[in-house]
């Protein structure tokens, strides 16, 4: 058998990323595949170990792009930990407010962005306009629309202010009308189902053999794991959504997981707003001194929360010094993302690899950390 050597990516529009993906095809068909991480060279884990506690709050943001307060979460909540911390009231509140936003922003550069692999191009145009209305709160909030450094030890940097919450509100109220049209757009295109109907299957033995989490698993095997319910952080046990589940992980299912999975969030934002403390500290400082100089006490913990693309957690071991003696990020992404890739991408064809990425919900910086 003759095989022709193919690269999707680095510089590739289906690839989420600096990664990429050796194919050896035979014909149309992948028969081959090899996961090629390293193409950011910035080893998040040693970096983070070279640098003052504080100083990586700049940092951690940068190890998942489209959803990047999900690190300054796992970071804050390991240090409060070690420390033994108190959180206000109303931090935790405001904490989830971002989170779910950040969920929503991911979700709508998600299924908008599934629209490009098949020529619907409509859909990224209509899923990064709407995720531009979620950075401008972002951007009101902490002066920054991608990179936040808002969720801080301790708490979060300044409350919110009335307006806006108002401006939460309008957003969540326009993009409950919008997402119908998301559905008629991508989810009942009959193209759309085509490529990905009965295809790019995740059975579920491959879910426990890798250990994937999140949608990939919720689709597969039928259970609610999802870490908001089943590990509560934050105040996510004082709120009320719906996890859903199925039994078949084809890539339709997963795209539609992620469309359900946005009402869900515009769910959780409004009862946030609704049960907060109207006033109340929002930070607690870590340190009566310099806190360039601050230390953590001498532990090790691991803390986890549920992202996009599944559980996400750090593992920190500190030997009481002014910077972390070990760090270690469970990548969501990371199990179908790299072995998953090699062992299950083969069999797939050529135009249908950047689905794949896609569906599986694949991140590279959490792989190349």
Not at 190 to 201: A, E, G
Request: glycine share 8%; hydrophobic share 40%; net charge neutral.
């Amino acid at each position: 058998m003759k095989e022709l050597k193919l690269y999707l990516g680095p510089n590739h529009p289906g690839m989420h990323g600096n990664f990429s993906v050796h194919m050896y095809v035979d014909g149309d068909t992948i028969v081959r595949a090899r996961p090629m991480p390293g193409m950011l060279h910035r080893g998040f884990e040693k970096l983070m170990e070279r640098r003052l506690w504080m100083n990586n709050l700049a940092l951690i943001p940068r190890i998942c792009v489209p959803e990047p307060d999900i690190n300054e979460m796992v970071y804050a909540m390991a240090i409060e930990e070690l420390t033994g911390i108190e959180v206000p009231e109303k931090a935790h509140w405001i904490r989830m407010i971002i989170l779910e936003l950040a969920r929503i922003a991911n979700h709508l550069m998600s299924l908008g962005g599934i629209g490009g692999p098949v020529g619907l191009y409509t859909g990224p145009n209509w899923g990064l306009a709407d995720r531009d209305l979620i950075l401008d709160i972002f951007e009101e909030i902490t002066g920054a629309r991608v990179y936040h450094m808002y969720i801080v030890p301790g708490g979060v940097r300044k409350d919110l202010s009335e307006e806006t919450i108002e401006k939460i509100k309008s957003f969540l109220d326009y993009l409950e009308n919008r997402l119908p049209e998301y559905e008629d757009l991508i989810l009942k295109n009959s193209l759309f189902q085509r490529r990905t109907k009965d295809k790019l299957l995740l059975p579920a033995e491959v879910v426990w053999e890798l250990g994937v989490t999140g949608i990939g698993m919720r689709s597969a095997v039928g259970e609610a794991y999802d870490i908001r319910k089943v590990d509560p952080y934050a105040r996510y046990d004082q709120v009320e959504f719906y996890v859903p589940t199925a039994n078949y992980s084809d890539g339709y299912t997963r795209v539609y997981f992620k469309y359900l999975e946005t009402y869900q969030s515009i769910k959780i934002i409004r009862q946030v707003i609704e049960k907060m403390p109207k006033k109340g500290k929002v930070w607690n400082k870590i340190s009566s001194g310099n806190a360039l100089r601050w230390r953590v006490p001498k532990g090790q913990v691991y803390t986890h929360i549920e992202c996009t693309r599944g559980e996400y957690g750090y593992y920190m071991v500190s030997e009481g010094e002014d910077k972390p003696y070990r760090v270690a990020v469970r990548g969501a992404s990371y199990p179908q993302g790299l072995l998953g890739v090699e062992k299950y991408l083969p069999g797939t064809r050529i135009e249908d690899a950047a689905l794949w990425m896609e569906t599986m919900g694949v991140c590279p910086p959490e792989i190349d950390r």
